[in-house]
């Protein structure tokens, strides 16, 4: 937000610096002083479109992506969860208050953000916990008679374990911080040409004000996507089916 914020102002100073250079132009040569500049305006502004569109695509994959992944976790949880029915019956109780523990851990990493220490510390539980769910599972496994609970559980708490994975890597994926860049440049840039372009009379408040507020909101919206555990677009709705999960294990 505070970006944002910052890039309005930044927009309407250089619209109004812009406009500033555009008079002064025009009054020393008011025949020329708008005749190659059409060409220029429209290659700058042509390649911010391009880049506001491939940016806002990008995040919104990325967000798609992620929402499908709470999805695929929670299902996977389930899974194996469910699975545990066909372990020796004296290995179950222990595995499945860890379940109960890991799935609290999952849920809290991410409610812990934008807090980055926390979300790791929980996600280290997380982690420890994985551990200690594979080995007591593999030691019941391995006891007499436990071949059809290894072909079963095992793959399963693989399942769970590889998901949590891709997770922690799709909320770590993002574009280079010069494509951020690139795109605020190209903004200030655009904002200066449009205020060159306007240099004609008395300002019209309406359009500079509409122009900053346009370009601020499609950089928001774009971050805001990127980062969906900070604005407004968040993927809190979706860890409901975790919190299901949890639920159904009581």
């Given at each position: 937000m505070s970006l944002a914020a910052g890039v309005f102002v930044g927009i309407l100073l250089l619209l109004e610096v812009g406009r500033r250079i555009g008079l002064r132009?025009?009054?020393r040569d008011p025949q020329?002083?708008?005749a190659e500049v059409g060409v220029v305006d429209g290659a700058v502004f042509a390649l911010l479109g391009l880049l506001i569109a491939f940016t806002f695509?990008?995040?919104a994959s990325r967000w798609d992506t992620r929402r499908l992944l709470v999805i695929e976790e929670?299902?996977?949880?389930?899974t194996a969860y469910l699975r545990l029915d066909v372990l020796p019956p004296d290995a179950q109780p222990a595995l499945r208050e860890k379940f109960r523990q890991y799935v609290d851990a999952r849920l809290a990493v991410y409610r812990s953000l934008p807090d980055?220490?926390?979300?790791?510390g929980e996600l280290a539980r997380a982690a420890t916990l994985q551990a200690e769910i594979w080995g007591e599972?593999?030691?019941a496994c391995r006891r007499e008679g436990s071949q059809p609970a290894r072909m079963l559980v095992l793959p399963a708490l693989n399942a769970m374990i590889d998901i949590a994975t891709s997770r922690t890597v799709a909320a770590k994926t993002h574009p280079p911080s010069i494509i951020y860049a690139v795109l605020i440049v190209l903004m200030f840039a655009s904002s200066l040409l449009a205020g060159h372009a306007m240099a004609?009379?008395?300002r019209n408040w309406v359009h500079m004000v509409g122009f900053a507020a346009t370009m601020a909101l499609a950089l928001y919206v774009i971050l805001d996507l990127e980062f969906p555990r900070r604005g407004f677009i968040r993927l809190d709705a979706y860890d409901q089916v975790l919190v299901d999960v949890r639920e159904?294990?009581?």
């Open positions: 132009r025009a009054a020329d002083a708008r695509s990008g995040a929670a299902n996977a949880i389930g980055v220490s926390a979300a790791k599972a593999v030691a004609r009379g008395r159904s294990m009581r």
